[in-house]
C-alpha cells in the first residue's frame, strides 16, 4: 500500500507483473500496484557533492544566475549559451541540440554542459494512449512501458529531463488536462506515477537510454474551479494531503529528482511563490535534494497587472508589486530554475545587493541544478548516444510500436455490449463510419510530443486490414481549430448522413468512430459542456435507423456525458486517444483479438450538471437518496450515482470475485494485516479481470470517503481458471491526514470491500486497536 516514507537506500526493483497459469488456482504473490510503490530513492553521493561544490565555487554571480535560467527554443541565442545558460526545453531537433551543448562545454567559461528537456507525456514519437487512458489498464506495466520508450527515444536526439508525469488528481471533467494524469483516484495515480518515473529514470539516469523525471504541477493543479485550466483552486488542508499529495509523494519515493511548480494559485497562494508546498513539504518533509523549475512564465504571472519592472509580459496574481518582487518571492519560495520569463536573471544581482535574497539561497538553487547535471553524467557524456543522422533509426522501432499497441488495446475500456454484439466477426462486410474514421491527426491525442500524423494507422486501416473489403463514409467533419477561433466544434451538418447511411445499409455490421479532436483535450482546453460534439449523437441515431448492428468506438480525453447515446447505441468501447498503432488495437478489440480489461479511472456523469461526482466522495448529513426529497440528491436525476462509475468495465467473458478474508480481526496502530480475495473466470473466453479493494472509516475525527482504492492487481485468467490475490493494509491504508497536515491513525473499525468497481459491496472488517 502507499506509505510516505523518508528517503532510503534502496536498490530500484523491477516491476514484476506475475503471469497465470495454464489453469486451477494461482498462488497469492504480492500485488503489481505494491510492487511499483516500492521507494527507491537513493541518497546523496559525496563525490557528486564535492564536485558540485568545487564548481559552485569557482562561479560567478551572473553564471550562477545563468544556471537557473530555463529557456525555450525560440528565445535561446548562442551569445547567452557562452554565458553559461543553465537549461533549454522543447528543442528536439538533435542537430541544434547537438550544435547548442557543443558551445556550452567548449566556448563558455566554465563548460558546464547544459539540460535539455521536453514534454514526452505519453511517447515522443511513438506515441502511446494518453494518461488518462494509462490509468484505465489498471496496469503499472501499461505505465512502465510508455516511458520507457518515450524516455529512450527522447534520449536519442539529445534530452535528459521530461516534465513528466503529469500527475494530478482531478474530479473536474470539463479541465482539459484530466487527459494527463490518471484520473479521481490518489492511489491509482500514485501507483503509476511511481512506475513511470522507475521507466524514465531506470536504476541510474546517467545510462544512454534514460532521462530525468519531473513528475508536475505541484501541487492541486487538477482542481481548478469550474474547470477552467490556470483557475483558482481552494482546499483545505486534509484535502490537499489525502487527495492531491499522495501521487507527487510517490514518485519522489520512486527516484525523481526534479519537479514542476503549478500555475494555478491554492487557497490564495501561487504554486510557483509557495513556500509551504516547495520549502516546507517537498524539500523539507520528504528531503527532495533535486531542483524545482518553475512552469512556463509562471514566475512572471505572479505580478499584478498591468505589468510593471518590466512594463511588459505575463502578470495576473497580484502577490508580486512587479518582476523583482516576483523574481525574489519565486527564488526564496523555492523556485530553483525559472523558465521562460527571465526575472531572477535580470533582477537577481539587484535583489542580493537590496538583501531581498541571500547568496545562500541563489547557491543552493545552482547546487541542486549541478547536482542533477552531475548524477546525468553530463559532465562526462554532455552529447546524445546518437548522431543525428543515426538519429531517425531509433523511432518508432517495433519493439515499441509492439509495447504501443498492446497499451492501447489494454487500455480500452467496455462501456455496453447489449445482446453480446462484440466481438463482432472479421468475416462479415464491416463499415467504419465517423468523422473520425480515417483520421490520423487526432488518433495521437494532446501532447503528442515528437508525433507526426503519419505515424498514427486509423480505424478504418486497422479495421480493413482484419475485415478486408472494409467500406467507409465520414459522416460530418469535427473542428481542428484553436481558440479562439472555436464557434462551432464541426459535426454541424448533416449533408454527409445519407451517404453514411447508405454505406451502412450495404454492409452487415457498422463501427462508428466519435468522439472529440485532440484539441478540445489537453492544455487550455476546458469544455463547457460534455456531450459529443456537434451532431454526432444524431448520426448515431441515423445509423440506428437502418437496423444493422453497430458499435460505437469513443476517442476522447474526457469523460463524456453519454446519458443519450446510450439509449440508441447497444455497444460502446471507450479508447481515450490510443496512439500510433490506434486503428490496429481497436480492430483487436472490436474483433476479439483482444478482450477488454480496462476499467474507468474516472466516474462518467449522466449529464453535465452532475459534475462534479466522484466515487470517493464523503457521505454528509444527507446523503443522498432519490426516494425522498430532503437530502443531497439533483431533482430531475432520479440516481445518485454517475452513469458509469469509477472502476467500471466489462468484458467478452464473465467474473466472480469472491471470498474476501482477512488475515487478523484486530490490528495495532502500527501493524498491517493481509486482505485475499479470489476471482474466478466463469465465462467461455480467457480474459482480464481488475480486482479492487476498498476500504472505508465509518467513524473518525474528520469525515472519511465512502470508498478508497487501497490495492487492485489485474488478472488474466483463462475460463474456469481462479486467482487469490493479497494485499496489504496497514497505517497509510487506514490513518489520514488532518487539517494540520499531521498524519494520524485512529482506533476503531474499517470496513474493507472487494470486487470489480468502486460499487463493491462484499465486505469484511477490523478493528484498529487502542
Same mark, same amino acid.
Given at each position: 500500500m502507499f506509505r510516505f516514507r523518508p528517503r532510503t537506500a534502496v536498490a530500484v526493483s523491477i516491476l514484476a507483473l506475475g503471469a497465470s497459469a495454464a489453469g486451477g488456482v494461482v498462488a497469492a504473490t504480492q500485488s503489481s500496484d505494491e510492487q511499483a510503490l516500492q521507494p527507491t530513492r537513493q541518497p546523496a553521493d559525496r563525490r557528486i557533492e564535492s564536485r558540485v561544490n568545487n564548481l559552485l565555487s569557482k562561479m560567478t554571480l551572473e553564471e550562477k544566475l545563468e544556471q537557473i535560467q530555463l529557456l525555450p527554443d525560440f528565445l535561446v541565442t548562442e551569445a547567452e549559451v557562452r554565458k553559461g545558460l543553465g537549461s533549454v526545453l522543447s528543442v528536439t531537433d538533435a542537430t541544434r541540440i547537438r550544435e547548442l551543448q557543443r558551445i556550452a562545454v567548449e566556448e563558455s567559461r566554465l563548460k558546464i554542459p547544459m539540460l535539455f528537456a521536453f514534454d514526452t507525456i505519453h511517447g515522443f514519437r511513438t506515441v502511446f494512449p494518453i494518461p488518462l487512458a494509462a490509468g484505465a489498464s489498471f496496469d503499472p506495466q501499461v505505465a512502465f512501458d510508455d516511458h520507457t520508450y518515450g524516455a529512450r527515444e527522447s534520449a536519442a536526439v539529445g534530452l535528459k529531463q521530461t516534465y513528466a508525469p503529469m500527475v494530478?488528481? &482531478?474530479?473536474?471533467?470539463?479541465?482539459?488536462?484530466?487527459?494527463?494524469?490518471?484520473?479521481?483516484?490518489?492511489?491509482?495515480?500514485?501507483?503509476?506515477?511511481?512506475?513511470?518515473?522507475?521507466?524514465?529514470?531506470?536504476?541510474?539516469?546517467?545510462?544512454?537510454?534514460?532521462?530525468?523525471? &519531473?513528475?508536475?504541477?505541484?501541487?492541486?493543479?487538477?482542481?481548478?474551479?469550474g474547470g477552467r485550466d490556470y483557475n483558482t483552486t481552494d482546499m483545505s488542508e486534509q484535502r490537499l494531503w489525502n487527495f492531491y499529495l499522495p501521487p507527487f509523494k510517490a514518485?519522489?519515493?520512486?527516484?525523481?529528482?526534479?519537479?514542476?511548480?503549478?500555475?494555478?494559485?491554492?487557497?490564495?497562494?501561487?504554486?510557483?511563490?509557495?513556500?509551504?508546498?516547495?520549502?516546507?513539504?517537498?524539500?523539507?518533509?520528504?528531503?527532495?535534494?533535486?531542483?524545482?523549475?518553475?512552469?512556463w512564465t509562471a514566475v512572471a504571472e505572479m505580478r499584478a497587472c498591468p505589468p510593471k519592472t518590466p512594463d511588459s509580459g505575463e502578470c495576473g496574481h497580484g502577490v508580486a508589486a512587479d518582476g523583482p518582487a516576483a523574481a525574489a518571492l519565486a527564488l526564496n519560495s523555492g523556485v530553483d530554475s525559472e523558465m521562460t520569463s527571465t526575472l531572477i536573471r535580470d533582477f537577481g544581482a539587484q535583489l542580493l545587493r537590496e538583501r531581498r535574497i541571500s547568496m545562500r539561497r541563489i547557491d543552493d538553487a545552482v547546487r541542486r541544478i549541478l547536482r542533477i547535471k552531475f548524477r546525468a553524467g553530463l559532465f562526462e557524456h554532455p552529447y546524445a548516444p546518437f548522431t543525428p543522422d543515426q538519429v531517425e533509426a531509433q523511432m518508432l522501432r517495433p519493439d515499441a510500436v509492439a509495447a504501443a499497441r498492446k497499451a492501447s488495446s489494454r487500455s480500452m475500456v467496455l462501456l455496453r455490449n447489449q445482446g453480446g454484439i462484440l466481438p463482432l466477426d472479421p468475416s462479415k462486410k464491416t463499415a467504419v463510419i465517423g468523422p473520425l474514421a480515417k483520421?490520423?491527426?487526432?488518433?495521437?491525442?494532446?501532447?503528442?510530443?515528437?508525433?507526426?500524423?503519419?505515424?498514427?494507422?486509423?480505424?478504418?486501416?486497422?479495421?480493413?486490414?482484419? &475485415?478486408?473489403?472494409?467500406?467507409?463514409?465520414?459522416?460530418?467533419?469535427?473542428?481542428?481549430?484553436?481558440?479562439?477561433?472555436?464557434?462551432?466544434?464541426?459535426?454541424?451538418?448533416?449533408?454527409?448522413?445519407?451517404?453514411?447511411?447508405?454505406?451502412?445499409?450495404?454492409?452487415?455490421?457498422?463501427?462508428?468512430?466519435?468522439?472529440?479532436?485532440?484539441?478540445?483535450?489537453?492544455?487550455?482546453?476546458?469544455? &463547457?459542456?460534455?456531450?459529443?460534439?456537434?451532431?454526432?449523437?444524431?448520426?448515431?441515431?441515423?445509423?440506428?435507423?437502418?437496423?444493422?448492428?453497430?458499435?460505437?468506438?469513443?476517442?476522447?480525453?474526457?469523460?463524456l456525458a453519454l446519458e443519450d447515446v446510450v439509449a440508441d447505441a447497444p455497444a460502446i468501447l471507450e479508447a481515450w486517444f490510443p496512439g500510433v498503432q490506434a486503428g490496429p488495437a481497436v480492430a483487436d478489440v472490436v474483433f476479439g483479438k483482444v478482450n477488454p480489461g480496462g476499467k474507468l479511472p474516472v466516474s462518467f456523469p449522466r449529464r453535465l450538471g452532475q459534475v462534479p461526482i466522484y466515487y470517493n466522495h464523503e457521505r454528509t448529513g444527507r446523503p443522498c437518496n432519490p426516494d425522498v426529497k430532503w437530502n443531497s440528491r439533483y431533482r430531475d436525476i432520479p440516481s445518485c450515482s454517475p452513469l458509469y462509475e469509477f472502476g467500471y468495465g466489462l468484458s467478452y467473458t464473465t467474473f466472480e470475485v469472491s471470498n474476501l478474508q482477512l488475515s487478523s480481526s484486530t490490528v495495532s496502530k502500527n501493524g498491517s494485516l493481509k486482505a485475499s480475495v479470489t476471482v474466478t473466470n466463469t465465462g467461455s473466453r480467457k480474459g482480464d479481470e481488475v480486482v479492487q479493494l476498498y476500504i472505508h472509516d465509518p467513524v473518525a475525527s474528520i469525515s472519511q470517503p465512502v470508498r478508497r482504492l487501497r490495492g487492485f492487481e489485474r488478472v488474466a485468467l483463462d475460463p474456469s481458471q481462479s486467482r487469490t490475490v493479497t494485499f496489504t493494509l496497514d497505517k497509510s491504508d487506514f490513518g489520514f491526514y488532518?487539517?494540520?497536515?499531521?498524519?494520524?491513525?485512529?482506533?476503531?473499525?474499517?470496513?474493507?470491500?472487494?470486487g470489480n468497481s468502486s460499487s463493491a459491496d462484499m465486505k469484511q472488517s477490523f478493528t484498529v486497536r487502542r
Amino acid at each position: 500500500m502507499f506509505r510516505f516514507r523518508p528517503r532510503t537506500a534502496v536498490a530500484v526493483s523491477i516491476l514484476a507483473l506475475g503471469a497465470s497459469a495454464a489453469g486451477g488456482v494461482v498462488a497469492a504473490t504480492q500485488s503489481s500496484d505494491e510492487q511499483a510503490l516500492q521507494p527507491t530513492r537513493q541518497p546523496a553521493d559525496r563525490r557528486i557533492e564535492s564536485r558540485v561544490n568545487n564548481l559552485l565555487s569557482k562561479m560567478t554571480l551572473e553564471e550562477k544566475l545563468e544556471q537557473i535560467q530555463l529557456l525555450p527554443d525560440f528565445l535561446v541565442t548562442e551569445a547567452e549559451v557562452r554565458k553559461g545558460l543553465g537549461s533549454v526545453l522543447s528543442v528536439t531537433d538533435a542537430t541544434r541540440i547537438r550544435e547548442l551543448q557543443r558551445i556550452a562545454v567548449e566556448e563558455s567559461r566554465l563548460k558546464i554542459p547544459m539540460l535539455f528537456a521536453f514534454d514526452t507525456i505519453h511517447g515522443f514519437r511513438t506515441v502511446f494512449p494518453i494518461p488518462l487512458a494509462a490509468g484505465a489498464s489498471f496496469d503499472p506495466q501499461v505505465a512502465f512501458d510508455d516511458h520507457t520508450y518515450g524516455a529512450r527515444e527522447s534520449a536519442a536526439v539529445g534530452l535528459k529531463q521530461t516534465y513528466a508525469p503529469m500527475v494530478d488528481v &482531478s474530479h473536474e471533467p470539463r479541465w482539459g488536462r484530466i487527459a494527463e494524469a490518471a484520473g479521481e483516484d490518489p492511489y491509482l495515480n500514485a501507483v503509476l506515477a511511481a512506475a513511470r518515473v522507475k521507466a524514465i529514470q531506470g536504476a541510474d539516469y546517467s545510462a544512454p537510454d534514460k532521462l530525468v523525471a &519531473s513528475p508536475k504541477h505541484f501541487a492541486a493543479y487538477g482542481q481548478p474551479e469550474g474547470g477552467r485550466d490556470y483557475n483558482t483552486t481552494d482546499m483545505s488542508e486534509q484535502r490537499l494531503w489525502n487527495f492531491y499529495l499522495p501521487p507527487f509523494k510517490a514518485a519522489i519515493d520512486a527516484g525523481a529528482d526534479t519537479a514542476m511548480c503549478s500555475f494555478n494559485a491554492i487557497n490564495g497562494v501561487p504554486g510557483c511563490g509557495n513556500d509551504y508546498l516547495m520549502n516546507q513539504i517537498l524539500k523539507g518533509r520528504w528531503d527532495f535534494d533535486g531542483f524545482v523549475e518553475g512552469d512556463w512564465t509562471a514566475v512572471a504571472e505572479m505580478r499584478a497587472c498591468p505589468p510593471k519592472t518590466p512594463d511588459s509580459g505575463e502578470c495576473g496574481h497580484g502577490v508580486a508589486a512587479d518582476g523583482p518582487a516576483a523574481a525574489a518571492l519565486a527564488l526564496n519560495s523555492g523556485v530553483d530554475s525559472e523558465m521562460t520569463s527571465t526575472l531572477i536573471r535580470d533582477f537577481g544581482a539587484q535583489l542580493l545587493r537590496e538583501r531581498r535574497i541571500s547568496m545562500r539561497r541563489i547557491d543552493d538553487a545552482v547546487r541542486r541544478i549541478l547536482r542533477i547535471k552531475f548524477r546525468a553524467g553530463l559532465f562526462e557524456h554532455p552529447y546524445a548516444p546518437f548522431t543525428p543522422d543515426q538519429v531517425e533509426a531509433q523511432m518508432l522501432r517495433p519493439d515499441a510500436v509492439a509495447a504501443a499497441r498492446k497499451a492501447s488495446s489494454r487500455s480500452m475500456v467496455l462501456l455496453r455490449n447489449q445482446g453480446g454484439i462484440l466481438p463482432l466477426d472479421p468475416s462479415k462486410k464491416t463499415a467504419v463510419i465517423g468523422p473520425l474514421a480515417k483520421n490520423q491527426h487526432d488518433m495521437l491525442g494532446p501532447w503528442w510530443g515528437a508525433g507526426r500524423d503519419t505515424d498514427a494507422v486509423t480505424v478504418f486501416a486497422g479495421i480493413d486490414e482484419q &475485415s478486408p473489403g472494409a467500406t467507409y463514409a465520414e459522416g460530418c467533419k469535427l473542428s481542428n481549430t484553436e481558440p479562439p477561433h472555436t464557434d462551432a466544434e464541426g459535426c454541424g451538418s448533416e449533408a454527409g448522413f445519407a451517404e453514411a447511411v447508405a454505406v451502412a445499409q450495404a454492409a452487415d455490421q457498422v463501427v462508428l468512430a466519435l468522439g472529440e479532436t485532440r484539441e478540445m483535450s489537453g492544455e487550455a482546453a476546458a469544455r &463547457s459542456t460534455l456531450d459529443l460534439p456537434g451532431k454526432q449523437e444524431d448520426l448515431i441515431k441515423a445509423i440506428k435507423a437502418t437496423g444493422k448492428p453497430f458499435v460505437i468506438v469513443l476517442f476522447n480525453g474526457r469523460p463524456l456525458a453519454l446519458e443519450d447515446v446510450v439509449a440508441d447505441a447497444p455497444a460502446i468501447l471507450e479508447a481515450w486517444f490510443p496512439g500510433v498503432q490506434a486503428g490496429p488495437a481497436v480492430a483487436d478489440v472490436v474483433f476479439g483479438k483482444v478482450n477488454p480489461g480496462g476499467k474507468l479511472p474516472v466516474s462518467f456523469p449522466r449529464r453535465l450538471g452532475q459534475v462534479p461526482i466522484y466515487y470517493n466522495h464523503e457521505r454528509t448529513g444527507r446523503p443522498c437518496n432519490p426516494d425522498v426529497k430532503w437530502n443531497s440528491r439533483y431533482r430531475d436525476i432520479p440516481s445518485c450515482s454517475p452513469l458509469y462509475e469509477f472502476g467500471y468495465g466489462l468484458s467478452y467473458t464473465t467474473f466472480e470475485v469472491s471470498n474476501l478474508q482477512l488475515s487478523s480481526s484486530t490490528v495495532s496502530k502500527n501493524g498491517s494485516l493481509k486482505a485475499s480475495v479470489t476471482v474466478t473466470n466463469t465465462g467461455s473466453r480467457k480474459g482480464d479481470e481488475v480486482v479492487q479493494l476498498y476500504i472505508h472509516d465509518p467513524v473518525a475525527s474528520i469525515s472519511q470517503p465512502v470508498r478508497r482504492l487501497r490495492g487492485f492487481e489485474r488478472v488474466a485468467l483463462d475460463p474456469s481458471q481462479s486467482r487469490t490475490v493479497t494485499f496489504t493494509l496497514d497505517k497509510s491504508d487506514f490513518g489520514f491526514y488532518d487539517n494540520r497536515g499531521k498524519f494520524i491513525v485512529e482506533p476503531g473499525q474499517i470496513d474493507v470491500y472487494a470486487g470489480n468497481s468502486s460499487s463493491a459491496d462484499m465486505k469484511q472488517s477490523f478493528t484498529v486497536r487502542r
